[in-house]
């Protein structure tokens, strides 16, 4: 489902095949998804699976990470110089958040029709 999980497919032309290993690749993301502060982060075969715990408490940043709740890279090879790179992340955790805070405006509003405009508008 679109506003939920978000799913994104596409092919590559390898230029330097070497450097380009397809498990090189994946371990380079393994890496940068763990500098993002991503957790349970497993490296397959094929691909990379991460999972977010609810509640992170990292400080006073913009974490690119928080509203992602789970995702998974994979990375095929389709000949000698094309891969399949694909992703898809799971985005539930931002209706929950927009949910609590529309629940917390309606109770300070005391008004449905508050509640209902700032769910809209998150």
């Given at each position: 489902m679109f506003p939920l999980h978000v799913k994104f497919s596409r092919d590559i032309k390898l230029v330097n095949i070497e450097k380009q290993n397809p498990q090189n690749i994946l371990v380079f993301l393994e890496k940068r998804l763990s500098n993002k502060n991503a957790d349970?982060?497993?490296?397959?075969?094929?691909?990379?699976?991460?999972?977010?715990?609810?509640?992170?408490?990292?400080?006073?940043?913009?974490a690119l990470m928080l509203p992602v709740d789970s995702?998974?890279?994979?990375?095929?090879?389709?000949?000698?110089?094309?891969?399949?790179?694909?992703?898809?992340?799971?985005?539930?955790?931002?209706?929950?958040i927009a949910g609590v805070i529309c629940m917390f405006i309606y109770s300070k509003s005391n008004s449905v029709t508050m509640g209902l405009i700032s769910f809209a508008w998150l």
């Amino acid at each position: 489902m679109f506003p939920l999980h978000v799913k994104f497919s596409r092919d590559i032309k390898l230029v330097n095949i070497e450097k380009q290993n397809p498990q090189n690749i994946l371990v380079f993301l393994e890496k940068r998804l763990s500098n993002k502060n991503a957790d349970n982060i497993y490296v397959n075969l094929n691909s990379v699976t991460f999972k977010n715990s609810l509640f992170k408490f990292i400080g006073w940043s913009w974490a690119l990470m928080l509203p992602v709740d789970s995702g998974r890279i994979k990375l095929e090879t389709i000949n000698n110089n094309r891969l399949s790179f694909e992703y898809e992340i799971s985005l539930r955790r931002i209706l929950l958040i927009a949910g609590v805070i529309c629940m917390f405006i309606y109770s300070k509003s005391n008004s449905v029709t508050m509640g209902l405009i700032s769910f809209a508008w998150l």
